[in-house]
């Protein structure tokens, strides 16, 4: 395919800068390129018919598109490469970049930030209204099937048969999750073909799928927890390959504690759900596939008394058994867990729900109140790419400036978005980085252009002072008109 594109090199569409990939931190990196470098040529090669369709989806439609409380460290080991990026645009400075555009915000809950109209279809609209603005050139139907690099360019083959040559190009093709919306991976095959390293990429801020320890005569799974809900904290461990079989004893002796959250959790015909549970999922790695042999296990535990230690727990179950003493087991844990969970749970510490608690025992009593500390399901994986909210893992970072997106391989080779080995949370802070990484490539790549053509801007180095700019150009030319057409009416009279 590489001869293809060298055969009709004099038939392909040139330009400045090209960008794969019309989402989030695509079309933030079209619009701050063009900012540092309004008369270079941009493209945009949209695999979907329309821009910006996975990010019309996000927050149920609304489109959290950032969070006022994400810091680099919510990015786990990327850490200090989006703390690079944060200094460019921290949350706070995207939503005043946001209101320049038209877009008016609101925050919510834990530092989340909504369009104030809470429809995510007006952030998708300003976005694109930039983009015309600034006349970047936009191709949508059409994907990159094939990227080489030259000496000084780049060559793109597209799906429709055409040709691009772009000086400077920045990959912006989102990761593997929502294969509903166009996302396929692509990028990570072009950055292979580019010699750069992707780390496996692995479905994150999804459900799990759990089953509990084995007992005798219950299911994996009870089909009566579908659509519960509880408050709970939540961690996750890992376990060794050798760790042996759950089902024979758990011991936390041989755990780590990966990560903990807490909120609610939804149980589902086949796990857990809820957005504590998707921030937990973002850890769930496997070394090798499980058909390959043993590997790594995990479990979730879930504290439905958290606001309780475990001697506030032993001492309220102790009591409430006291003065329940004539009633049955069951009714202890009404006003603790939804009713659907108390025959299992009961079950598990060998209490029968009928059973009066008057003969239970404080021995049983306390495993049950240790139970209700740390509730455990054990995790089969996850759900597939389509219910994945954002991919983790990705191209590695070390192969690229943290303040400028550009490959340390490759120069003129930019990356932003998911494709990164870097995820964050529930709760806008992908699209923080998304917009973020997308605003730090465009704008390395259009002063990395400018300079080539002879064009640098010596006054406008951001979004901010190109904005100010355009003002005084249109003040400029107001108070021209204003003073032509004084010269008119005097000439008149």
């Given amino acids: 395919m590489g001869k293809t594109i060298e055969k009709r090199k004099a038939q392909c569409f040139c330009c400045d800068i090209a960008i794969v990939g019309g989402g989030a931190s695509?079309?933030?990196?079209?619009?701050?390129a063009k900012a540092q470098f309004p008369a270079g040529s941009v493209l945009i090669i949209e695999r979907n018919e329309e821009l910006g369709r996975k990010l019309l989806a996000t927050g149920n439609g609304r489109c959290n598109f950032t969070n006022l409380q994400a810091t680099a460290e919510d990015y786990g080991e990327a850490a200090p490469f989006v703390a690079s990026v944060f200094q460019q645009m921290p949350p706070a400075r995207l939503c005043q970049l946001f209101a320049s555009f038209g877009i008016v915000s609101r925050e919510e809950a834990e530092g989340r930030v909504y369009p104030y109209s809470g429809q995510g279809s007006a952030v998708c609209s300003q976005l694109k209204r930039?983009?015309?603005?600034?006349?970047?050139?936009?191709?949508?139907?059409?994907?990159?099937?094939?990227?080489?690099?030259?000496?000084?360019?780049?060559?793109?083959?597209?799906s429709d048969g055409g040709i691009v040559r772009s000086s400077n190009l920045i990959l912006a093709s989102g990761g593997k999750a929502?294969?509903?919306?166009?996302?396929?991976?692509?990028?990570?095959?072009f950055l292979r073909s580019l010699q750069h390293v992707v780390n496996k990429p692995h479905p994150a801020l999804i459900a799990l799928q759990c089953r509990v320890?084995?007992?005798?005569?219950?299911?994996?799974?009870?089909?009566?927890?579908?659509g519960v809900r509880a408050q709970a904290g939540v961690s996750l461990w890992r376990f060794?390959?050798?760790?042996?079989?759950?089902?024979?004893?758990?011991?936390?002796?041989?755990a780590q504690l990966v990560a903990e959250d807490k909120g609610e959790v939804q149980l589902t015909a086949t796990g857990l759900s809820g957005i504590c549970i998707f921030n937990l999922s973002r850890y769930v790695i496997y070394s090798v596939p499980l058909a390959e042999g043993r590997r790594e296990q995990y479990l979730v535990a879930?504290?439905?008394?958290?606001?309780?230690?475990?001697?506030?727990?032993?001492?309220?179950?102790?009591?409430?058994?006291?003065?329940?003493?004539?009633?049955p087991a069951e009714v202890l844990l009404l006003s603790i867990v939804h009713q659907r969970l108390i025959a299992g749970i009961l079950r598990q510490v060998n209490i029968a729900p009928d059973e009066r608690l008057e003969g239970v025992g404080e021995k049983r009593l306390l495993l049950l109140s240790r139970l209700l500390k740390r509730w455990c399901a054990l995790v089969e994986g996850t759900k597939g790419w389509n219910d994945a909210q954002v991919t983790a893992g990705g191209a590695d970072c070390v192969q690229f400036n943290p303040q400028t997106m550009q490959s340390r391989l490759i120069p003129g080779l930019y990356l932003c978005g998911e494709l990164f080995d870097v995820d964050g949370r529930c709760g806008g802070y992908n699209l923080q980085w998304a917009f973020a990484s997308g605003y730090a490539a465009g704008c390395s790549a259009g002063q990395q252009a400018a300079e080539a053509s002879g064009n640098t801007k010596k006054n406008?180095?951001?979004?901010?002072?190109?904005?100010?700019?355009?003002?005084?150009?249109?003040?400029?030319r107001k108070s021209g008109r204003k003073e032509e057409m004084t010269r008119c009416s005097a000439s008149k009279k």
């Fill in 302 to 327: 879930l504290d439905f008394l958290p606001q309780h230690s475990q001697e506030q727990a032993d001492a309220l179950l102790l009591a409430q058994a006291e003065a329940l003493r004539e009633e």
């Fill in 213 to 226: 320890p084995a007992q005798s005569g219950a299911e994996p799974w009870p089909s009566e927890w579908k």
């Fill in 178 to 189: 929502g294969g509903q919306y166009g996302c396929q991976g692509d990028g990570y095959r």
């Fill in 240 to 254: 060794p390959a050798d760790a042996g079989e759950f089902d024979k004893g758990i011991s936390f002796g041989q």
């Fill in 460 to 476: 406008s180095t951001n979004e901010e002072n190109a904005e100010a700019n355009n003002k005084k150009e249109e003040d400029r």
């Fill in 26 to 32: 695509g079309m933030m990196a079209a619009i701050a």
């Fill in 130 to 158: 930039q983009l015309q603005q600034r006349q970047v050139n936009v191709r949508c139907g059409v994907s990159a099937v094939q990227v080489e690099a030259e000496e000084s360019a780049f060559l793109l083959q597209l």
